[in-house]
């Protein structure tokens, strides 16, 4: 019997002011899905995210995310009176009140590892650059461990090295059971995560239309 959904849309439509941004958008992931959402900019990615981590409810349709769900946001959000280990500690007790603060440090530090900013960890947010303030977001947002990880552009302030770090984090979530939903701008990292055996989910229009090597056909709840 196959497994529950991890993320389901299923015909959600959501409006800003009376304009569409998403109209009758459907797709599912699984657990362990890596997929990567692409579009051109304003053409809804970041909506959708919103409305999978639960800030924002749909006009139209329903949704299915697994609980908890994280979100790595493009701007980082991090608390500025709290150092790299102290956001992602924090995040870490937040989404698990019976741990301890000594086990959620020490998941802090593994995570600012992943992200090669263990040497950071001391930093307040201002004494960050910005992509070193993303990789931060991105490592708070895994070490919670979240049954879905959703990251907004997590690569964009990112250099090569810094990308590929990330890159292969949310790869190695996506093996332990995570449903990782990224969206991004950038073909070359659509195309990147297919080759790593990930999925390329397009929006366009306000639909979702899932692309193969042998083109491109709309998404379906299942």
Do not use: W
């Amino acid at each position: 019997m196959a497994a529950e959904p991890a993320v389901r849309f299923e015909d959600v439509s959501f409006s800003y002011d009376g304009m569409p941004v998403l109209k009758g958008a459907g797709f599912a992931l699984a657990p362990s899905d890596l997929a990567c959402l692409v579009g051109r900019s304003g053409s809804g990615k970041t909506t959708l995210l919103r409305l999978a981590h639960g800030q924002l409810r749909p006009n139209a349709g329903r949704l299915e995310v697994r609980r908890p769900a994280a979100m790595a946001f493009q701007d980082g959000r991090l608390l500025p009176s709290r150092t790299a280990i102290e956001n992602v500690a924090y995040a870490v007790r937040v989404a698990d009140l019976r741990l301890g603060s000594g086990e959620a440090v020490l998941r802090a530090r593994a995570a600012l590892r992943d992200v090669g900013l263990d040497d950071r960890a001391g930093a307040y947010p201002r004494q960050l650059s910005l992509g070193q303030r993303q990789r931060v977001a991105v490592a708070r947002a895994v070490a919670s461990r979240p049954a879905v990880l959703l990251a907004d552009e997590p690569t964009a302030s990112l250099d090569a090295p810094g990308a590929d770090a990330v890159l292969a984090l949310l790869r190695r979530l996506a093996r332990t059971g995570t449903a990782v939903l990224l969206a991004t701008c950038d073909r070359e990292l659509a195309e990147f995560g297919r080759r790593s055996g990930g999925r390329v989910l397009e929006l366009h229009g306000g639909e979702v239309i899932e692309e193969s090597h042998e083109g491109r056909s709309r998404c379906a709840a299942s």
